[in-house]
T-cell receptor, first 113, second 115 residues
Framework: NAGVTQTPKFRILKIGQSMTLQCAQD?????MYWYRQDPGMGLKLIYY???????DKGEVPNGYNVSRSTTEDFPLRLELAAPSQTSVYFC????????????FGSGTRLTVV | AQSVTQPDIHITVSEGASLELRCNYS??????LFWYVQSPGQGLQLLLK??????LVQGIKGFEAEFKRSQSSFNLRKPSVHWSDAAEYFC?????????????FGQGTTLQVKP
């Protein structure tokens, strides 16, 4: 049972480059989320999805885009990387109630130089 | 606005000593409350959760937490800490209408365990 799988685990980008962070879950969860974690700041919600074809902005969406074409996959796109996007990114999923708690991926550590 | 505050950024306890990590929340309705633990380089793992009912909830790894509505608190406790408990701990509250399942996280508390 893989749970939530994130790729890549590490990445260094140059300013202005683009990349997609991949997230896949095999638990048939309807709800998926992207958070970023910065030291001393906890986790901030970037985007979330309540089902295939439905996405919405979280607390810090600027500079990011998402899509949800299938239940399993929820990729996060960075179009023009900036140093402020240096962070650890976590994908999570949960059941339809959402309140049962998330299953987190192991994270992607992104550095923009 | 909804928020979660963990007043202690860093706590050091001796192995075998008791532990209490504080969490205060601000939320208008009855909250869903969670504690997560994050080991270095890892994702977050759910320790325990409160939805309703008994205000003292038991979790994994010997942790428990008590919901106190009058104090807007959900403090995490463990009677005897093990060296393997050294990690970062996050309190979170479930918010949002229509079962969006969004969580707001506190800033985290780093636990160091002295031998």
């Amino acid at each position: 049972n893989a749970g939530v799988t994130q790729t890549p685990k590490f990445r260094i980008l140059k300013i202005g480059q683009s990349m997609t962070l991949q997230c896949a879950q095999d638990m048939n969860h309807n709800y998926m989320y992207w958070y970023r974690q910065d030291p001393g700041m906890g986790l901030k919600l970037i985007y979330y999805s309540v089902g295939a074809g439905i996405t919405d902005k979280g607390e810090v969406p600027n500079g990011y885009n998402v899509s949800r074409s299938t239940t399993e996959d929820f990729p996060l796109r960075l179009e023009l990387a900036a140093p402020s996007q240096t962070s650890v990114y976590f994908c999570a999923s949960s059941t339809i109630t959402g309140g049962l708690g998330y299953t987190f991926g192991s994270g992607t550590r992104l550095t923009v130089v | 606005a909804q928020s979660v505050t963990q007043p202690d950024i860093h706590i050091t306890v001796s192995e075998g000593a008791s532990l209490e990590l504080r969490c205060n929340y601000s939320y208008g309705a009855t909250p869903y409350l969670f504690w997560y633990v994050q080991s270095p380089g890892q994702g977050l793992q759910l320790l325990l959760k409160y939805f309703s009912g008994d205000t003292l909830v038991q979790g994994i790894k010997g942790f428990e937490a008590e919901f106190k509505r009058s104090q807007s608190s959900f403090n995490l406790r463990k009677p005897s800490v093990h060296w393997s408990d050294a990690a970062e701990y996050f309190c979170a509250v479930g918010v949002g209408s229509g079962n969006t399942g969004k969580l707001i996280f506190g800033q985290g508390t780093t636990l160091q365990v002295k031998p």
